[in-house]
């Protein structure tokens, strides 16, 4: 990695997931913000290596690339501190990946759809579940939880919650963990809690 983008710092996204960064100034653009996150390097290094294998890369080539997988950066002419541009860049990603499952969803579905009223109403399920999930996304940033918990980890938690109906018609939740429990008194004014 060239001397001017040595990384300076490391912050953990997720909770979890550790990210190398650095930021230099650029007189001309800004801030250069420069990451580093070992999960995407070994998938990039594995995709190199498969360049190898089907001969579209030499081995030298490998050797030059490696040293760059997981590693991106963004240009920017916001002064803040690198975490906050790797969560925006994040948030901006989860987005972008919802949209590609809804429409990718939406050409896989669509033979099943004989009907204008189907296809209708499948529009607007989808529209429902893109609201919900802007809702969630929407608390997640009021809260400051957008490095901490994914929209994705929120609804597959959720599905995990069970409400169970006594037979005297008395309503209570299953055992919940306490992550689960946390999560749910985030939402506490949106989802009646019982």
């Not at 912050?11 to 997931?17: E, G, I, L, T, V």
């Not at 963004?74 to 590609?100: K, N």
């Not at 579940?129 to 918990?149: D, S, V």
Request: charged content about 25%; aromatic content about 14%.
């Amino acid at each position: 990695m060239p001397s001017s983008f040595e990384l300076s710092g490391v912050f953990a996204y997720n909770s979890n997931r550790m990210v190398a960064f650095s930021k230099k100034k650029n007189n001309e653009f800004g801030f250069v913000y420069l990451f580093e996150e070992p999960r995407c390097r070994a998938s990039e290094e594995n995709f190199l290596l498969g360049q190898v294998n089907k001969g579209e890369l030499s081995m030298d080539e490998y050797y030059l690339a490696q040293h760059m997988a997981g590693v991106f950066g963004i240009l920017s002419d916001l002064d803040i501190e690198p975490q906050v541009v790797f969560e925006q860049y994040m948030a901006r990603e989860e987005i972008l990946r919802t949209f590609d499952f809804m429409v990718h969803n939406l050409e896989a579905d669509m033979e099943y759809l004989d009907c204008e009223e189907a296809l209708e109403g499948y529009f607007v399920v989808a529209f429902l579940a893109m609201q919900l999930y802007f809702k969630i996304l929407a608390r997640l940033r009021e809260q400051n939880l957008i490095g901490l918990m994914s929209v994705w980890e929120v609804l597959f938690t959720f599905s995990k919650v069970r409400l169970i109906v006594e037979e005297s018609g008395r309503e209570s939740l299953g055992a919940v963990s306490k992550k689960t429990e946390q999560i749910l008194e985030i939402f506490s004014d949106l989802i009646k809690i019982i």
